[in-house]
């Protein structure tokens, strides 16, 4: 990702943090915990913004993370929020295999992905794509990220 910490297609909700921004799903999924938006929702700015500087990378500071969200919402909502399972080998630090939801949603879109476009993604970029393209999900952010990404 470059120097800011959103991509371009959520400039419809960073400025205020309504919604949990792509950088701490990043995070959520790294930590195994599964955050509600009526969880975010009852954090303040300031908390928002912490869970979106706060590093999430290596050992120590992914269980800094993890205990620091779950006090958050204890504190919010006097219940700690579910936990996911950590992926031990998650799909967007794979760059040698484009997921087959990501190759089918950008076929939707007219654009078949190659490989090295794969490869040339960071890992919260490929996550973005990951998220975007699965049917779950109000994917209607996937084509404004194909094309932030240069992949368009």
Not at 55 to 83: D, H, M, W
Not at 87 to 98: F, L, R, S, T
Not at 122 to 128: D, G, N
């Amino acid at each position: 990702m470059t120097t800011t910490k959103f991509f371009q297609f959520e400039a419809d909700f960073v400025n205020t943090l309504r919604c949990i921004p792509m950088v701490v799903r990043y995070k959520l999924d790294t930590c195994g915990i599964k955050l509600k938006l009526s969880h975010w929702n009852h954090f303040n700015l300031a908390e928002r913004e912490a869970l979106v500087d706060l590093p999430c990378a290596t050992a120590n500071e992914i269980k800094t993370y993890r205990e620091f969200l779950q006090e958050l919402v204890v504190k919010q909502t006097g219940a700690p929020a579910s936990e996911l399972p950590i992926e031990e080998n998650p799909a967007w630090m794979d760059n040698k295999n484009i997921p087959s939801e990501v190759l089918e949603k950008a076929k939707e879109v007219g654009v078949d992905m190659a490989i090295e476009q794969w490869e040339s993604l960071s890992p919260v970029q490929r996550f973005a794509l990951i998220k975007l393209s699965r049917p779950s999900h109000e994917n209607h952010n996937f084509l404004p990220a194909m094309k932030e990404f240069k992949l368009i």
